[in-house]
T-cell receptor, first 111, second 114 residues
């Protein structure tokens, strides 16, 4: 059974800092891994999808890396802004196209 | 192209009442999923379907039933609601054709059972 751990559970940084969110998973047999953003009381916004054959995927100030063999992914956010404050969820996609979610990292960017 | 829609958006039930949540997608996706999200947690898979007329159990299926009579719709039923089923429910869909495809999520249904 896939298990996903996200560290840290919560993070508070001043505006402008670069930061890294970590995601680890126990079963490396995945098709891809998605990173999502969730604002309080809202739905999921897909940020990045990184295929199992890829090492990195970039979108604007966001960069996701994937090391499938070691069961790790990181989400790098450059030059953080208060608008980046949200919960970030990672979810590897396994058999039957099932996503398994971590509990998320709650990010607060202070002005 | 509406993507994935969920009905209703909010609902309050009393213990023992029943209800059905509707998920609809207009992307011709074969795979559909129901997740629940409890406070401070990620999403957990309740049931899923790999095609019309098929359903399977996920991680937390107890207390729920599902049906996929039409390809575009996936229904989640609560026969006798319990306070432990208070949660936010998300539906998702994905195409079977590409193994690396992104899952698309609906906006969620917030259910409270008193």
């Amino acid at each position: 059974k896939q298990e996903v751990t996200q560290i840290p559970a919560a993070l508070s940084v001043p505006e402008g800092e670069n930061l890294v969110l970590n995601c680890s998973f126990t079963d490396s047999a995945i098709y891809n891994l998605q990173w999502f953003r969730q604002d309080p009381g809202k739905g999921l916004t897909s940020l990045l999808l990184i295929q199992s054959s890829q090492r990195e995927q970039t979108s604007g100030r966001l960069n996701a890396s994937l090391d499938k063999s070691s069961g790790r992914s990181t989400l790098y956010i450059a030059a953080s802004q208060p608008g980046d404050s949200a919960t970030y969820l990672c979810a590897p996609l396994g058999s039957a196209r099932q996503l398994t979610f971590g509990s998320g990292t709650q990010l607060t960017v202070l002005p | 192209n509406a993507g994935v829609t969920q009905t209703p958006k909010f609902r309050v039930l009393k213990t023992g009442q029943s209800m059905t949540l509707l998920c609809a997608q207009d992307m011709n996706h074969e795979y559909m999923y129901w997740y629940r999200q409890d406070p401070g947690m990620g999403l957990r898979l309740i049931h899923y379907s790999v095609g019309e007329g098929t359903t399977a159990k996920g991680e937390v299926p107890d207390g729920y039933n599902v049906s996929r009579l039409k390809k575009q719709n996936f229904l989640l039923g609560l026969e006798s609601a319990a306070p432990s089923q208070t949660s936010v429910y998300f539906c998702a869909s994905v195409s079977r054709g590409d193994r690396g495809s992104e899952q698309y999520f609906g906006p969620g249904t917030r259910l409270t059972v008193t």
